[in-house]
């Protein structure tokens, strides 16, 4: 399975962490810890993938960048 790049931030309106994955359009998570939700969201992922494939449609590739580490490349 590809690497990819996963947000993961604190939510006020929800109390509790959302990890997202930009490269995949709609794949997110919750967890009351960032380790809940980097853990929910990589089963997502994985389910993602998996239903993209089972409807034949694009998986894109991990290319998404945070701009910090774009500076100085």
Known sequence: MMDYHVNIFWSEEDQGYIADIPDLKGCSAFGLTPEEA???????????IEAALSEDLPIPPPCYRPIIYQVGS
């Open 38 to 48: 980097l853990h929910e969201v990589q089963i997502a992922k994985k389910a993602w």
